[in-house]
Structure formats: C-alpha cells, structure tokens
C-alpha cells in the first residue's frame, strides 16, 4: 500500500540574494517529492530579490512570499515557523542547491526509522564552481540511527553533521519548544541542540543532498568580532545546558565550545579579538583545553590546538593561520 505524502514546509529566509535566488529556487521546484509549501521570508531586501521571488510565486502556486522589516535571519527562520503549515520542516539557506531528492531522502528516512529528525551529507561549493559530477548525490548510503544523546554527542564531536540548521528535515511540533534566538548571528548555534533534545529519535544518512555555497560577504563568514561574541555566546549557553541536563555529555561539549572559539580565532580579525575581549577568549581557552587535550573522542585538530595553547595565543594563531 503506496504512503500519502504528508505536506513539507521549505522555509527560505532571503536577503539582497538577487544573484543566487534563481539557482536556489530551481533547485527547489526540481524536488522529485512534490507535496511542499514553500515560504520565502524576505527581511527587507533592497535588491531585486523580491522581484524574482514575485515571478517564480506566479509560476507556482506552492511558493508564498512574506515580507517584513529587517530584523535578521533568526527572526526570519522563526516567521516560517510560525507560518508553515508542513508536518515537517526544512529550513535552506537561499544561496545553496539542493538535489533534486533532497526532500525525498530526508522524508524517508524519517518515516522509515520513525526518527523526529533527519540529516543528510553536503559539501561546499565554491562561488562560480560546478557541483561535482561525481559527488552529486553518490551512491554510498551510510545509515545511523540515534537516540538524542548519542546525537548530542555526535554533533558535539562534530563527526557526521554539523550545526548548520540546512540539510535537516525536522517535525513541525519541534519549533514548539525551540525558537531561533533573536538578534544574534549564527543563530544555529543556539538552536540544533535543543532541536534535538526535544527529538525522541535522530536519523543520518550519507548521500550528499545539499550543496552549500561558499561566498563572499555571507553570515558565516562576515568577519566581525559581533559574530565572534554571538557565536562564543550561544556555545557557553550550550555547556551550560548540557551540564544541567546531561552532565554525562559535558566534556564533549567542552570541545565543541573550544572549537568554537579556534573558529572565531581563525577567521575575526586579530586585532579586533585583541582589543575588544582578548582576556575573556584567553581565559576560557584556558578553562576548556586540559578536557579537550586528554579526550581521545575528541578531534585531533582540536586536540591540537589545545597543546599548542600552552604556548600562547598568539602562537595558536599563528597554528590556525596554517590550518587555513
């Protein structure tokens, strides 16, 4: 007996994406699984992105576009969750592609494994590059069926999938519990945790389905000490977290918050983290290294960088300049 498909919400928050919104947007009408709402949440772009949007939205009664005031990504992706009408959810970012089964994957893995959320593999793409031929969608599917904790731990090891909101499908009743938090940048930091804390069961499967665009000038790579502050923020928020209700997961949260802070090393500006909170990064580098040096889960880039910590913070820059 053939399955009814249920509704999938695709959220999209948009920003000034009049170059890319065209690529995204195919991507997203190719979908070979076709029961979707698509809610695309213009935060006050002053480009012809809207315009674009208006002629795809004529061209498929499935797109809806919601505008509103510029207040950011995070209360972009909130607005489609309060909006959407999907059993499910996904969220994309409107400079990335999808594969044409990226929706189909995802559904079936959370159907099949009876799981809250499902992820799935992608690579980066470079601005102007092709996706690879041979990587597009490879054969290869490695199955792994978690409990939240296990989840936990695997993204705080950072071992199969990331942080990123993209390249998840996720149950709408979710979002009930969790909101993106408002105002601040890279705001998944913030959110995928608690996500999956409130998931009864997490799904992965290998098949790269998501190509995510590098380029110039994006969120996670606006070098600015704001984003470092945001970024640094949300992941002591997370330890904290994690040391209330899984204390037995604390030290694979520290290295997750220590390889936030390598990140914001590696990518703001130096002089910036000099002069604006050089001492608070120093100290809890400090505070998390030994932790992360000694736990072998641990990544040996991380570990890495905690031994070359010892020898100051200006030679552990000097690490991740070569790292990059």
Not at 102 to 123: E, Q
Not at 142 to 155: N, P
Not at 174 to 180: A, D, G, I, K, Y
Request: hydrophobic share 35%; glycine share 6%.
């Amino acid at each position: 007996m053939e399955t009814k498909e249920e509704l999938i919400s695709i959220i999209i928050p948009i920003y000034n994406l009049a170059e890319y919104i065209r690529d995204c947007l195919d991507s997203v009408l190719k979908q070979t699984y076709k029961n979707i709402e698509i809610l695309l949440i213009d935060d006050g772009s002053t480009d012809d992105t809207v315009m674009i949007c208006r002629e795809y939205e004529r061209k498929d009664s499935r797109i809806r576009i919601i505008c509103k005031e510029h207040e950011g990504l995070s209360a972009g992706r909130n607005e489609g969750n309060r909006e959407a009408k999907g059993e499910y959810i996904a969220h994309i970012d409107g400079d990335d592609i999808l594969s044409p089964t990226y929706i189909a994957y995802l559904y079936r893995l959370v159907v099949k494994y009876d799981a809250d959320i499902s992820m799935c593999n992608y690579i980066p793409v470079l601005e102007g590059q092709k996706i690879p031929p041979k990587k597009a969608g490879n054969r290869n599917d490695k199955i792994k069926v978690m409990t939240k904790e296990q989840a936990l731990e695997t993204l705080f090891y950072q071992k199969y999938f990331i942080t990123a909101t993209w390249a998840k499908l996720f149950k709408r009743k979710l979002f009930s519990n969790v909101e993106f938090p408002y105002g601040k940048l890279a705001e998944d930091m913030g959110s995928t945790y608690k996500l999956i804390h409130h998931s009864g069961k997490v799904v992965y499967g290998s098949k790269i389905q998501y190509y995510y665009r590098l380029r110039a000038g994006s969120i996670i790579h606006a070098l600015s000490i704001q984003k470092g502050k945001d970024y640094i923020e949300q992941s002591e928020d997370m330890v904290k977290f994690i040391e209330k209700k899984y204390p037995q997961l604390a030290r694979a949260a520290y290295c997750r918050c220590f390889s936030s802070y390598m990140q914001v090393l590696s990518t703001v500006a130096f002089s910036e983290i000099y002069d604006a909170s050089q001492k608070e990064i120093r100290d809890n580098i400090k505070k998390y290294r030994k932790s992360v040096l000694v736990n072998r889960k641990a990544r040996l880039v991380n570990r890495g960088c905690a031994f070359v910590s010892y020898f100051g913070i200006w030679a552990l820059r000097l690490g991740l300049m070569t790292l990059n």
